[in-house]
């Protein structure tokens, strides 16, 4: 069975993002991630486009998913190329384009609470 290399799309749009400052006592950390699986043969080069509600987007974040492989884009990890993270205790939305086809997934784990919570959805994709 022959694989289809264009399987996903190039642009994402995750409107429900939120990074909290506050984590419980214990192994966990509350955290976000971008899931990417590329199942190209090419590189995909990714820029991740930050929306509040009350200021200007963020369109520094950039990130690789190699040929063939996934990449967990952990999002209190990530910095930009001025050392800067992802603002935390903000409600945000965010756009992921790539030069190739991928696919997308969101996931959050709040631990704010001692009922932690895991949270994951697919990302919308746009073409």
Do not use: M
């Given at each position: 069975m022959s694989?289809?290399?264009a399987?996903?799309?190039?642009?994402?749009?995750?409107?429900?993002?939120?990074y909290p400052s506050t984590s419980?006592?214990?192994?966990?950390?509350?955290?976000?991630?971008?899931?990417?699986?590329n199942v190209?043969?090419?590189?995909?080069?990714?820029?991740?486009?930050?929306?509040?509600e009350d200021r200007d987007p963020i369109r520094s974040f950039k990130a690789v998913c190699k040929a063939e492989r996934t990449n967990h884009i952990r999002l209190d990890k990530i910095?930009?190329?001025n050392g800067n993270?992802?603002?935390?205790?903000?409600p945000y939305a965010v756009m992921v384009e790539s030069d190739q086809p991928v696919v997308v997934?969101?996931?959050r784990l709040d631990t704010t609470q001692a009922e932690m919570s895991l949270m994951t959805t697919m990302a919308h994709p746009m073409g």
């Open positions: 694989t289809n290399k399987l996903g799309s190039r642009i994402w749009l995750i409107p429900d993002c939120y419980s006592p214990g192994h966990y950390v509350s955290h976000e991630a971008i899931c990417v699986l190209g043969d090419k590189d995909a080069h990714l820029k991740l486009t930050l929306y509040f910095r930009d190329e993270s992802i603002p935390q205790d903000v997934q969101y996931s």
